[in-house]
């Protein structure tokens, strides 16, 4: 089924399973209200997923495609290449201004792995990149 992150969604954490496949682990509640009415009343921030649903496609590319298209210059995901001055794939800091979201992805994948790098990516992107997921 195919899934589109609404423009609010703040959150919607991932695992790699130990085939590689991308696991949904956590669909957060919207709940600004009492912990009884998160538990009785409130709905997922992201309806049509749940917790163990696989992520087949971001946007019909297979997850592994995805993270091409992230990291590879010159593709419209890379924000290295889209940006101005452009600069090249992962030359950018954690503490350069401006920063960009594509270095910071292959950074955060290096240290935290590549569901965190994901999670935080598709957060820094949703404003920009309308998300579909591909979900089984």
């Known amino acids: 089924r195919q899934v589109r992150l609404p423009a609010g969604w703040e959150g919607l954490s991932f695992k790699l399973d130990t085939t590689g496949r991308l696991i949904v682990s956590e669909v957060p509640k919207a709940c600004f209200s009492s912990a009884a009415f998160g538990e009785k009343g409130a709905k997922p921030q992201v309806e049509g997923v749940a917790e ?67 999670q935080m990516w598709l957060r820094a992107v949703k404003r920009e990149i309308q998300i579909t997921l591909g979900v089984r």
């Not at 350069?96 to 994901?118: E, I, K, N, T, Y």
Request: charged share 20%; hydrophobic share 35%; aromatic share 4%.
């Open 52 to 118: 163990g649903d696989e992520v087949a496609t971001l946007n019909g590319e297979e997850p592994q495609k995805a993270i091409a298209r992230i990291t590879s210059q010159g593709d419209s995901w890379n924000a290295c290449s889209t940006c101005t001055p452009a600069h090249p794939v992962g030359s950018k800091g954690k503490f350069d201004s401006p920063p960009c979201v594509a270095c910071d992805f292959m950074r955060r994948r290096q240290a935290l792995g590549l569901d965190v790098a994901l």
